[in-house]
């Protein structure tokens, strides 16, 4: 079983920044796409942002050139680094692992609060 922490989540005024961590255990990196995927209220659960253990990224459309995510291999963590934030990113956020070759293999945080709010 693979367990997934995250933390940096909080309340920050609409143009400012947040790094959400994401660390895990009970697995290897390597071979899995790890993401980040956060629900607003009466909202569907979306994906924001994965990375694969290559680099490869993808991006929600409404937040690319604001959000970046990074990996950690050898620490087995993966980085949210949100800047320019909007009300509109107010969310719960969820670190993802997934696994390359394994459909069953998928692997969800508990969510941690982002409040984008002045």
């Known amino acids: 079983q693979v367990q997934l922490v995250e933390s940096g989540g909080g309340l920050v005024q609409p143009g400012g920044s947040l790094r959400l961590s994401c660390a895990a255990a009970?697995?290897?990196?390597?071979?899995?796409?790890l993401g980040w995927y956060r629900q607003a209220p009466g909202k569907q659960l979306e994906l924001v942002a994965d990375?694969?253990?290559?680099?490869?990224?993808n991006y929600a459309d409404s937040v690319k050139g604001r959000f970046t995510i990074s990996r950690d291999n050898a620490n087995d963590l993966v980085y949210l680094q949100m800047n320019s934030l909007k009300p509109e990113d107010t969310a719960v956020y969820y670190c993802n692992a997934r696994h390359l070759r394994l459909i069953g293999e998928n692997y969800w945080g508990q969510g941690t609060q982002v409040t984008v709010s002045s």
């Open positions: 009970g697995s290897i990196f390597s071979y899995y796409v």
């Open positions: 990375i694969t253990s290559g680099g490869s990224t």
